[in-house]
């Protein structure tokens, strides 16, 4: 899956990598400069260690939303807030 990214883009991720420890944004990053460096979904997965339905699903969220970061934490809360203040206290 070949995507364009722009030189500054590039830089930024690059740097983002370097500094980030979090193996999970590293993996997203890396999906996405071999992505816009043509190469194939089942090649990145490969080299990886993912699964090509992973690489694309990184790839995808990248190019929609900018998305490097897992989702994870937890769901919303469906308490009030006043009810959360009387659990804390």
Not at 8 to 33: M, N, Y
Not at 51 to 74: A, C, F, S, W
Request: hydrophobic share 35%; proline share 1%.
């Amino acid at each position: 899956m070949k995507i364009f990214i722009t030189d500054k883009q590039k830089a930024e991720l690059e740097h983002l990598h370097d500094t980030s420890r979090d193996k999970r944004v590293c993996d997203r990053i890396k999906a996405v400069l071999l992505a816009s460096e043509g190469w194939s979904s089942a090649m990145i997965a490969q080299a990886l260690r993912l699964h090509k339905t992973t690489v694309n699903q990184h790839i995808n969220d990248y190019v929609n939303t900018r998305k490097l970061k897992p989702e994870n934490g937890g769901s919303a809360s469906r308490l009030c807030a006043e009810k959360t203040a009387l659990l804390i206290s």
